[in-house]
């Protein structure tokens, strides 16, 4: 028994030291991943360039195995430490309740001394991972935010600052699933949010079968989001305002309404819904392009020029930002990029398509091989040309 105890005692002595020396290390290493210099559209064209921080939010209420494999993994790719809002939390902070997350959200950025400008990204906390390091998200995300502003343009035949003019932009991007979160059969929220804009055939011959693995993900997945504080946090006032309004209707006795009441993904779903359906009406004199006869309801009308309708929310349909694993599966793969020239080659059929198959390469992206260069010579490793993912 005496044994036993001083094995535990060594094993909490070591994980103690080893959690120590990584904030340490992060301290020494990582400050420089602690601002952005942000020349992009999100502050204008015609500024200098802003220097904005970047926050790396997990809003939780208890720590666990996944909480920590979390934070670990956030720490290894360079993001700032990680800070854990609604650690404890009681009653309505409790995580038990998925609108705590809106909640402590809306705590934290109520107290941040921060620029409007600065980036967060806020996680899930018990299964999520990053696996990519801080500066090429940053870069995705700015990348993927230009090109859906670009489209938005193309199909009102504008320029981008003509959009901007509109107060269209497109700066809180979620993570997307295959499958949509409905509250009740009928409601708009699933056929009215946007079709993918993927090739359309991104996953082969089997393409939007009946298989929900060969669906595109269009569907808002709340459990990763990223943008700047100051749209992020008038979007969550708006989405727990949405909250309020809807406690009135809830009837305590429905016992399927009273659980989607307190889901933060079916309300942060509804907004979006509306933001596009009136996007839809305002790019089409006031008619909705489709026939919605058989939807039950639609999203609310305007009811005045206060009443806001545009959030610059937008889904991530490429799974550039995030990759969401439910009905992926398929897709998700170990890649070695182990050949001369980068490339990963792919010799499985991993989505099925039979005889039509035929071994192919995917490139690692130069610059997601540079920040893993640059995160090598920090910590004094060699880098070597085939990295593994």
């Known amino acids: 028994m005496e044994l036993v105890c001083k094995i535990a005692r060594r094993r909490i002595i070591l994980v103690v030291a080893v959690f120590i020396l990584c904030l340490i290390w992060l301290f020494a290493s990582s400050s420089h991943h602690q601002f952005i210099t942000n020349s992009s559209p999100l502050s204008s064209n015609h500024e200098a360039p802003k220097v904005s921080r970047l926050h ?9 195995d996944a909480v920590c494999a979390g934070i670990v993994s956030a720490l290894v790719n360079q993001y700032p430490i990680p800070t854990l809002i609604g650690y404890k939390g009681k009653n309505e902070f409790d995580s038990a309740d998925h609108l705590a997350k809106l909640r402590v959200m809306n705590r934290y950025f109520n107290d941040l001394k921060a620029q409007d400008d600065d980036l967060v990204i806020i996680v899930d906390s018990f299964d999520v991972l990053a696996q990519l390091p801080a ?8 990348e993927i935010s230009r090109k859906s ?28 699933g295959k499958m949509c979160f409905i509250g009740s059969p009928n409601e708009p929220m699933c056929p009215l949010m946007p079709p993918s804009n993927s090739p359309r055939y991104k996953f082969g011959v089997k393409t939007e079968n009946e298989d929900a693995r060969f ?23 708006a989405v727990l305002n949405l909250v309020m309004t809807d406690d009135a209707k809830v009837d305590p006795h429905d016992e399927d309404r009273v659980r989607i009441h307190h889901m933060d993904q079916w309300f942060t779903a509804q907004l979006y819904v509306r933001q596009e359906y009136h996007r839809a009406l305002d790019m089409n004199d006031g008619q909705y392009p489709a026939d919605l ?27 550039a930002f995030t990759q969401t694993q439910c009905r992926n599966e398929l897709e998700i793969q170990f890649l070695k990029y182990k050949n ?8 499985g059929d991993f989505l099925q398509q039979g005889s039509v198959f035929r071994p192919y390469t995917i490139q690692m992206p130069s610059n997601l091989y540079r920040a893993f260069g640059r995160f090598a010579h920090m910590t004094g490793e060699t880098v070597t040309p085939a990295p593994s993912l």
Request: hydrophobic share 35%.
């Open 56 to 64: 790396y939010l997990i809003p939780s209420s208890i720590v666990n």
């Open 149 to 176: 502003e670009q489209r938005l343009a193309d199909q009102r035949g504008i320029t981008i600052d003509q959009l901007y003019e509109l107060g269209i932009r497109q700066t809180i991007l979620y993570g997307a």
């Open 135 to 142: 500066e090429v998200m940053i870069e995705r995300y700015f």
């Open 215 to 237: 669906l595109d993900s269009r569907y808002l997945n709340s459990g990763t989001i990223i943008g700047p504080v100051g749209d992020i946090r008038n979007f969550v006032r």
């Open 293 to 319: 006869s058989n939807l039950a309801s639609l999203p609310r009308p305007r009811e005045g020029p206060e009443d806001a309708t545009e959030f610059h929310v937008f889904v991530d349909f490429d799974s």
């Open 340 to 347: 001369h020239d980068l490339t990963a080659s792919i010799s």
